[in-house]
Each structure stands twice: as structure tokens, then as C-alpha cells.
């Protein structure tokens, strides 16, 4: 298939991927808590991902200088990011968190400006002040659905989601040094096992007791989370920053909240009218600074 047409369709298939990973983990976490759900998922992941890094012919090794640098890539873009995501999902909803991670792209942006002295221009900031005001109306809005519980514990998720897209931000500023030197799924397989491997004091008194627990269904959401979400999602993501440009690969991002909303009908989540407004706002914002 030619890849005017192939990357495009791949790339929404993984925003859809992505975009159900929300729904996955909403109706999951409520039997496995959001610290063993995340090491689980990585646990199956890496076996998966280094057999993968043996079979390309890519240079593998890192020099040992850089162990600091894939620590601060694990512990931002794995386990924190994970952690402030689960829990926030599990005390919000799916298309609540979906929409607010998306704010990921507007902490890039405002860490970019300061530590790389990239040019902040009116598009950006205009992009910037759309994104923030749609997250004020996604939390009003919510506050008035009658479906959605609004208390400390949802504004304490509210927190954990943007949490988990500031660590985004982060994890895409700190590790552009590495990405520029080294092969990038080795530098990704690499912050995988040591994100996993700071999971371990997190999880290790009570995975046990967890795991002995977890039904089929809950199997099958880690096999999604593990499987799809991170070693078809991140490998096809990579393999079509390859082909097109990372300004038209990343226009494709935003359908993960689109997809999140319309999958979250079948769990039962109703977003409102003024919900939708702000996801708008939000994902306008972010498309106006990614195109600046």
C-alpha cells in the first residue's frame, strides 16, 4: 500500500489504540489498583520490546555516562507518568483524563520557551490560552454533570492527569539530547526497564497477592495496555515519524481524545454540551501550537 495512504490510516488506528486505552483502564482499575496495574504492564512489555531491539540491526549499546539520563526518561515517562495517570482516570473518567492529557503538548511548549529558548510566537500563545480555558471549562462542566460525582476526589484526579502530562513534557524535553545520539527504541526499551525497575519498592508487598486475583477480563486489559497501547502503539508511532514529518505525524494525536470521548458512550459516560465545548478549545489550542 502506498504510505500517502498507509501512515495516515496506521496513525489514526494507533489513536484509536491509544484513545481506548482510557476506557481500558476506567473500567479495569477498579480490580487492579493503578501502581501493580502500570508494573504489570510494563513487566510484559519489555520481554517483548528486547527481543524486538535484538532482532533490528541497530547499534544497542549506551555508554554507561548516560544511566542518569534513561533513569530521568524511565522514572518521567513511565513510572510517574503511569502512576499520575491510573490514579487520576480512576478518580475522574475516561474522556475527563483523555482531554486534559492532551494539555501535554502545551507544557512542551512553555518548557521549550524556557530551557531550549524556542521561539514563543502568537500562534503559540494563542494556542496556549485556548488550551488553558478549555481546561477550566472541562472541570466547570463536569461540576455540573449530574452523572459525575464532583468532589476533592475528582479535583484531586483533575491534579494526577495534568501531573501525568506535565511528566510528559518533561520525558520529550530531557530525552531530546539522547534521541538525537543514540537509536530511539533503544533509548525507549531502555527507560521501559528502568521505569519498570523503579515500580518495584511501589508494588513489591502487595503484586503478589494482586496478580493471584486478577480475572480474565483484567488479563485481557493488561494485554491491551502492554501489547497494543505500548509495543504496536509506540513501534508503529516511530516507524511513521520515519516516513512523514513529526509536525503532520503529531496533527494525528488528536484524535486520541476524540476517540476517547466516543468510546467513553459505551461505559456509560455522557459527556455535556459545555464538556465538549472545552475538549474543543483544548484540542483547537493544541493543534494551533503544535503548527507553530
Not at 511528566?167 to 538525537?180: A, D, E, H, N, Q
Request: aromatic residues 16%; hydrophobic residues 60%.
Amino acid at each position: 500500500m502506498n504510505n500517502k495512504i498507509f501512515i495516515p490510516i496506521l496513525l489514526i488506528f494507533v489513536s484509536l489504540v491509544w484513545g481506548g486505552s482510557f476506557i481500558v483502564v476506567r473500567v479495569i482499575v477498579g480490580e487492579i489498583p493503578p501502581l501493580e496495574l502500570g508494573f504489570l504492564r510494563f513487566i510484559i512489555t519489555i520481554p517483548i520490546m528486547v527481543l524486538l531491539l535484538f532482532i533490528r540491526k541497530k547499534p544497542k549499546k549506551i555508554p554507561l555516562k548516560e544511566l542518569p539520563s534513561l533513569a530521568v526518561l524511565g522514572l518521567t515517562g513511565v513510572t510517574l507518568l503511569y502512576i499520575f495517570q491510573y490514579y487520576g482516570v480512576e478518580r475522574t473518567t475516561a474522556s475527563t483524563a483523555a482531554v486534559l492529557i492532551d494539555t501535554n503538548v502545551i507544557f512542551i511548549a512553555i518548557l521549550s520557551a524556557l530551557f531550549l529558548k524556542e521561539v514563543f510566537n502568537l500562534k503559540k500563545t494563542i494556542g496556549i490560552s485556548l488550551s488553558f480555558l478549555g481546561v477550566i471549562i472541562v472541570i466547570f462542566s463536569q461540576s455540573r454533570n449530574e452523572n459525575i460525582v464532583f468532589n476533592n476526589e475528582f479535583l484531586l484526579g483533575v491534579i494526577f492527569i495534568l501531573l501525568s502530562a506535565f511528566c510528559w513534557s518533561i520525558y520529550s524535553i530531557y530525552g531530546k539530547r539522547l534521541l538525537k545520539k543514540y537509536d530511539t527504541f533503544t533509548i525507549i526499551t531502555y527507560a521501559f526497564i528502568l521505569g519498570a525497575i523503579f515500580y518495584i519498592p511501589l508494588v513489591f508487598q502487595n503484586i503478589f497477592d494482586v496478580v493471584q486475583k486478577i480475572s480474565f477480563n483484567g488479563w485481557l486489559a493488561i494485554l491491551y495496555l502492554a501489547v497494543l497501547c505500548t509495543v504496536f502503539g509506540y513501534v508503529s508511532w516511530y516507524y511513521a515519524l520515519s516516513k512523514v514529518e513529526a509536525a503532520r505525524a503529531a496533527v494525528f494525536l488528536n484524535f486520541i481524545p476524540l476517540f476517547a470521548i466516543l468510546l467513553s458512550f459505551f461505559i456509560g459516560e455522557i459527556p455535556t454540551i459545555l464538556f465538549l465545548i472545552g475538549a474543543i478549545l483544548i484540542i483547537y489550542g493544541v493543534y494551533l501550537t503544535q503548527r507553530s
